[in-house]
Structure formats: C-alpha cells, structure tokens
C-alpha cells in the first residue's frame, strides 16, 4: 500500500522524503554527472573501482525503456546480459530491479548500475548530499551503503539468473558460465566541497548486504501478515478517516522515535502511542529497561510505590530514583530558604 496517502488520510501526513528545492537540485546534480553518456560518472568508477581496466571511452548506454515495471525489470536483465557478451564498459542508467520481499515483488530503481569490461557490475549510488575532503556525513554514506547493499541483492538474482541460463540458439557451445559477479564495493557519488563538481568513493558494503539478507530471510509473509488481519480490513487511502484509523488501529504497532526517520505513518503511530501513554515512545533502549512496566502511569505508580514488585529491578531502581530525587529537592530546598 502507499503508506504516503494513508498517512494523509488519516490526517497525519508524513514529514517524510526531500524538500522540493533539495529534489530539484539533486536531480540537476545526477543529471550533470550522467550527462555526455555519463562520460564523468564512468570516469568515476574507473578510477575509483576498476584503474586497471581499459579507459571507458565510448561506452554503450542502452535505452531500457519498457512499459510497466515487469516490463523494465525484463529488460534490464537483457541489457545486462548483452553487456556481459560485448565485453566493454556499459552504463545501465535508472536499471530497474525486482527482489522478493516477504514473498511479494519489490520493484527497485538503482541510480545507475555499470558494466565492467570483466563482466562485473557496479551499483551507482548519486547523492546530493556534499563530500568535503573527501568524507561526507557518516549516517548519510550509512543509509546510502544500506540502500545500495538492498541494489547489490536484487542484482545477484539476477545474475545468477543469467549465471543458470542455457546460451541462445545457435550460440557457440561452451562450458556452462559462471554467473557475472556483482561488485561489493558500489561508487557513492557527491558534489565535491559544496560546488557542482562531482567526486565519488568506494564503499564496501558487504555488512549492510549480509544483514539485509538476514533480515529478508527472517521477514513474515506477506500472506501471513494478511492472514491474521480481521476480516475485511482495507487500507484503501479513499476511504473515511474513521475507517481508516480503526483498519490501522488492528494492526498491533509498537512505535518509537526510530520509526520518525524511517516510517510515513510515524505522526499517526505516535498519537496513538501518546494516547496509549505508552513508555515504548520514549525510545526502545528505555522500553526495554523498563520491563513489564509499559505506560507512564505504571512507571510512576511504582516509583511511588503505590505499585510493582519491589524485587523487580527496574522497579527497584525507579524507587532509588525516586528517594535520590525527593532528597536532592529536599537539599536544595534548605539550600536555597532564606535565613532567619
Ligand atoms: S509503529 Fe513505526 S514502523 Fe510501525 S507503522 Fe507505526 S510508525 Fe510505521
């Protein structure tokens, strides 16, 4: 579903995704970068990824327009599997890919994805986001690498894909091929120091690939998820806010300050938490602390000690607290009396 207009049809839109000027800037930047058959980006690659291989003058860029994204996704694999043939550099501009999410096709768009003249492919990531010095803000290169290590995924089927395909008709025969390698390094390209110009690095994603594997290994299918849903739930965004609010309402949700930075429905989760008085809005590391203890109400009944365990460690050191702090007011409170 498009959590972007449930979120606004429950009256919560989310805060999520660029500012419009940022939008606009980053597309003229990526536009630069590609501009003369991405002439510059492959530059980039070479040096930064692939010094030793021949320069990419003249590298083929493939038209891989399609209709629908089933359509793009098929073509993609052939242009990768004619770039493989041909040797040579080839640059793949706006590939799309597609990865089983929790058993339902997830349809991806890396910036760009290149062809080495070995066969190997990179995955190009363009951001707006400047490079000074030659390092850029360590939790944008994170969620960049993240991303990027989602693309490297999606293009392994792929390749193993072509790695299992028989040669077309008519084709030489030969030994059955080794499935082209995807590169574990992708290129993070950048303005370099606040101007136009662009700068790249390498960055080795193999962590954020190998626990995002994990990760899609473990995730519930979607028919599960689907399954224990009531009968007749429908996020249709047209429906009314009332309708809405009560299909959400059934799906348990445990909302924490991560989900502001990662979720379109954090505005709405986070009333609903706050209606709830839930503790878990005050960060998950506190959540877990806190134990059984889950709203706030709970928390300050048992540092009152009108409720909870006493050998519940967590209530015991809410009471701890709770005697420090009466004592440090009680000492400030002397501190502070007039004299008589
Ligand atoms: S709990 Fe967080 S991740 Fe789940 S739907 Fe709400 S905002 Fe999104």
Request: hydrophobic share 45%; net charge negative.
């Given at each position: 579903m498009d959590k972007a207009a449930l979120a606004s049809a429950l009256g919560a839109?989310?805060?999520?995704g660029q500012s419009q000027f940022a939008l606009t800037r980053g597309n003229a930047f990526e536009a630069r970068v590609k501009a003369d058959g991405g002439a510059e980006l492959l530059r980039l690659v070479h040096a930064r990824l692939d010094p030793g291989a021949e320069p990419p003058a003249g590298a083929a860029v493939p038209d891989l327009s399609a209709h629908g994204p089933e359509g793009r996704t098929a073509r993609t694999a052939l242009a990768l599997r004619e770039a493989v043939a041909a040797g040579g550099w080839t640059l793949l501009d706006h590939p799309m890919l597609a990865l089983d999410v929790a058993g339902s096709l997830a349809f991806l768009e890396p910036d760009a994805v290149v062809v080495h003249p070995d066969g190997s492919w990179t995955v190009v990531e363009i951001k707006s986001f400047p490079m000074l010095d030659g390092s850029a803000d360590p939790a944008k290169v994170g969620a960049a690498a993240r991303q990027a290590a989602v693309y490297v995924l999606a293009l392994e089927e792929v390749a193993a894909r072509l790695g299992a395909q028989p040669e077309p008709a008519g084709a030489p025969a030969r030994e059955s091929a080794p499935a082209p390698r995807v590169r574990h390094r992708v290129l993070l390209v950048c303005p370099k120091d606040f101007s136009n110009l662009a700068t790249a690095s390498a960055v080795d994603v193999r962590k954020q690939r190998a626990v995002t594997a994990r990760q899609l290994a473990r995730l519930t299918r979607v028919e599960e998820i689907a399954d224990a849903l009531p009968e007749g739930v429908c996020f249709a965004p047209d429906r009314p806010a009332e309708e809405l609010t009560a299909a959400v309402g059934a799906v348990p949700a445990t909302y924490a300050p991560e989900c502001l930075s990662a979720c379109e429905l954090a505005f709405h989760c986070r009333e609903r938490s706050r209606a709830a008085d839930a503790v878990a809005r005050l960060g998950r590391p506190l959540r877990a602390e806190l134990g059984g203890l889950t709203t706030v109400e709970d928390v300050l009944a048992a540092a009152r000690g009108e409720s909870g365990d006493p050998d519940d460690p967590a209530v015991a050191a809410l009471r701890r607290a709770a005697s420090l702090r009466a004592e440090a007011l009680a000492t400030a409170g002397r501190a502070v009396a007039p004299c008589p």
């Amino acid at each position: 579903m498009d959590k972007a207009a449930l979120a606004s049809a429950l009256g919560a839109p989310s805060g999520f995704g660029q500012s419009q000027f940022a939008l606009t800037r980053g597309n003229a930047f990526e536009a630069r970068v590609k501009a003369d058959g991405g002439a510059e980006l492959l530059r980039l690659v070479h040096a930064r990824l692939d010094p030793g291989a021949e320069p990419p003058a003249g590298a083929a860029v493939p038209d891989l327009s399609a209709h629908g994204p089933e359509g793009r996704t098929a073509r993609t694999a052939l242009a990768l599997r004619e770039a493989v043939a041909a040797g040579g550099w080839t640059l793949l501009d706006h590939p799309m890919l597609a990865l089983d999410v929790a058993g339902s096709l997830a349809f991806l768009e890396p910036d760009a994805v290149v062809v080495h003249p070995d066969g190997s492919w990179t995955v190009v990531e363009i951001k707006s986001f400047p490079m000074l010095d030659g390092s850029a803000d360590p939790a944008k290169v994170g969620a960049a690498a993240r991303q990027a290590a989602v693309y490297v995924l999606a293009l392994e089927e792929v390749a193993a894909r072509l790695g299992a395909q028989p040669e077309p008709a008519g084709a030489p025969a030969r030994e059955s091929a080794p499935a082209p390698r995807v590169r574990h390094r992708v290129l993070l390209v950048c303005p370099k120091d606040f101007s136009n110009l662009a700068t790249a690095s390498a960055v080795d994603v193999r962590k954020q690939r190998a626990v995002t594997a994990r990760q899609l290994a473990r995730l519930t299918r979607v028919e599960e998820i689907a399954d224990a849903l009531p009968e007749g739930v429908c996020f249709a965004p047209d429906r009314p806010a009332e309708e809405l609010t009560a299909a959400v309402g059934a799906v348990p949700a445990t909302y924490a300050p991560e989900c502001l930075s990662a979720c379109e429905l954090a505005f709405h989760c986070r009333e609903r938490s706050r209606a709830a008085d839930a503790v878990a809005r005050l960060g998950r590391p506190l959540r877990a602390e806190l134990g059984g203890l889950t709203t706030v109400e709970d928390v300050l009944a048992a540092a009152r000690g009108e409720s909870g365990d006493p050998d519940d460690p967590a209530v015991a050191a809410l009471r701890r607290a709770a005697s420090l702090r009466a004592e440090a007011l009680a000492t400030a409170g002397r501190a502070v009396a007039p004299c008589p």
